[in-house]
Each structure stands twice: as C-alpha cells, then as structure tokens.
C-alpha cells in the first residue's frame, strides 16, 4: 500500500468517526419531553384529579351544612329570647324571622343569616322543636339542629 492510499483511508476514517460523534452529540442535544413523558403526567394530574374532586365536593356540602347548623342555632335562641320578652306560650306562632330579627347579631348589611346552600328557613309554634327548619334538612348531610 502506497503511502498516499494510506492518507486517504486515514482520512476517511477520521471523517467517519467525526460524523458519528457529531450524530450522537445533536441527539444529545435536544431538550424537551417525549410523547410518552408528558402522556404519563397527564395521566398521574387526571388521576389526582379523580381522587380529589369528590373529596372536595363532600368537604363543602358537609361545611356548608355547619354554617346552616350554626345559624339555626342562632334563630333558635332569638326566638326563645323573643317568647320570652313578649309573654308567648307554647304553640304560639311565631311571625317569622323576621319578627325575632331584633335578637339577632346581624352582619354589617343588616340582613339575618340565611342559609349558604341556598336553602331557606321556616319557622313553626314556640316550643316546637325545632321552633326554626332548613328547606334542606332532608338533604345529605343534614341541615338539622341536634
């Protein structure tokens, strides 16, 4: 072999090698995230997703449900405190929320609580019990006094 056949097969060689490091380099070289990578994360938000919607759902309706709780206590005791003032007996009717509204705390727009579901309430005879209800007592969970 004559020496510049040598060169020229050297040469060769070395320009072989250096286009494929220069293939696996750009292949290296690139960012971001396959199809698969980003199917997997939207699969793992969609399943935390799942987990945490009903959850969430539940926590309201049960804390929606306290509120209503907490209010018809209050109405309760404000239609106590009215009977009493006011000389009523048991079975008396009461004139609604708003006759007893003067025994309330109310907010700072002057207006008796209502409730957060959206219910509404009535009320019944002094000395029933209750003497106040929620449209949604029946519902899940209950909007009752205990």
Known sequence: MNSRNYYITRLL???AATRE???TTRRSDRTGFTLVEIMIVVAIIGLLAAIAIPNFIKARAT???NGCIANLRQLDGAITA???ENGKSNGDPIGGISSVSNYLKLN???TVPG???SGTYNTHNVGDTPQVDCT???GTPP???N
């Open 21 to 23: 490091t220069m293939k």
């Open 136 to 138: 949604l007592s029946a």
């Open 108 to 110: 700072s727009q002057s």
């Open 82 to 84: 009215w009977a009493l």
């Open 13 to 15: 060689l070395i320009h």
């Open 115 to 117: 409730c957060p579901a």
């Open 63 to 65: 804390s929606q449900a």
């Open 143 to 145: 909007h009752v006094i």
